[in-house]
């Protein structure tokens, strides 16, 4: 295994599990912020977008985090170019989470 990929690899990891939704302290310090800088951005254009804005944003910055964390531990174990594999299944990776958060929705709204 390369010993560059494996610290790409790693490094793509930790930047996930802080964005992640796995890390207990990332919402306050991270992607709140985030979602709020960003909804703030787009408020600028109509101001009844901010509360959409905020929520798309922090989901965004979860899903992100998670593929992040999930590339970022295969290109480690690998050894593959990280480019190669997040080009390859990044669809396929944004998808499925799609389908996981229509699901928990549907599982919310039904109760």
């Known amino acids: ?57 922090y989901w965004l910055s979860n899903l992100a985090g998670l593929l992040m964390l999930h590339k970022g531990i295969a290109v480690a174990v690998s050894g593959n170019d990280p480019a190669v594999q997040l080009k390859k299944t990044i669809i396929q990776d944004i998808l499925i989470s799609l389908a996981y958060t229509a699901i928990l929705a549907l599982l919310v709204y039904v109760d």
């Open 1 to 57: 295994m390369n010993l560059v990929n494996k610290i790409k690899g790693s490094f793509i990891a930790t930047v996930g599990y802080i964005l992640s939704p796995l890390s207990w302290w990332n919402d306050l310090y991270v992607n709140i912020p985030i979602a709020y800088a960003l909804a703030w951005l787009v408020s600028l254009l109509d101001r009844r977008m901010f509360g959409a804005a905020m929520i798309f944003f």
